[in-house]
């Protein structure tokens, strides 16, 4: 599916800042059109399929990562602990499903409805989608699942069931994009909690340049080794 060039998307002071347009499907041929144009899906049951494409762009640059002191600490604690592991693509359908069920200050209900779960586990299935999770003892405590093509990675959503798992989950990603040689990963929307780990926003022709110049290079390998925490700390 061809999508309206991203300039014409709602601007800044409009009802609806970076919606694109409305309608189409979720297919897996048209979210890879969607993410190859720096465009993504966001909507509510009752709604169309709405695209987005915001300006300025929130993205969190690999080498500006802030592991601040009490993340630290908190990884330093997650990598002594017996049982405590990350891993990647093992359960994408739980982590999806539980950053559906995830209650967020000041929304109701979720956007990442069954057609979107649906839609993302497809891509997954096509080896486009993946998940970073944080096991201990068994059990899966946190996470997060994100797009990519190529060296082009987009975030989606985390969630936690213990403190901090989704921080380590986001770590761990952070770790392997700077083993992979991956240069950011795309956040969609300014929050506190992403610019306080480092995120900030740039223009929305810079991000559409970025993923248009890493689309296409080959993808990584995504499978999570200790060797990445060690680079990691000790950046």
Request: with cysteine; glycine share 8%; proline share 6%.
């Amino acid at each position: 599916m061809p999508f309206p060039d991203t300039r014409t998307a709602w601007g800044p002071g409009s009802d609806a800042p970076g919606l694109l347009a409305a309608g189409a499907d979720l297919s897996p041929a048209t979210l890879q059109a969607a993410y190859s144009q720096a465009v993504f899906p966001w909507f509510s049951d009752g709604q169309p399929i709405l695209w987005w494409s915001p300006d300025p762009r929130m993205v969190l640059r690999v080498q500006d990562f802030r592991l601040h002191r009490s993340l630290r600490k908190t990884l330093h604690t997650f990598l002594r602990t017996p049982g405590c592991e990350v891993r990647m693509d093992t359960a994408f359908g739980q982590v999806i499903r539980a950053c559906a069920e995830s209650s967020r200050r000041g929304q109701a209900g979720t956007w990442i409805v069954d057609k979107m779960v649906a839609a993302y586990s497809q891509l997954h299935a096509l080896g486009m989608a993946h998940s970073v999770e944080t096991w201990c003892d068994g059990v899966l405590v946190g996470g997060l699942y994100c797009v990519n093509l190529g060296q082009a990675v987009f975030g989606e959503s985390m969630f936690m069931r213990q403190t901090d798992a989704s921080k380590i989950a986001l770590a761990a990603l952070i770790a392997f994009c700077r083993h992979a040689g991956i240069q950011m990963v795309d956040c969609q929307q300014n929050t506190p909690h992403l610019a306080s780990l480092g995120a900030r926003e740039m223009p929305r022709a810079d991000f559409l340049e970025h993923v248009r110049q890493t689309r296409d290079a080959s993808a990584p390998d995504w499978a999570f080794r200790p060797l990445y925490w060690h680079e990691l700390l000790s950046a």
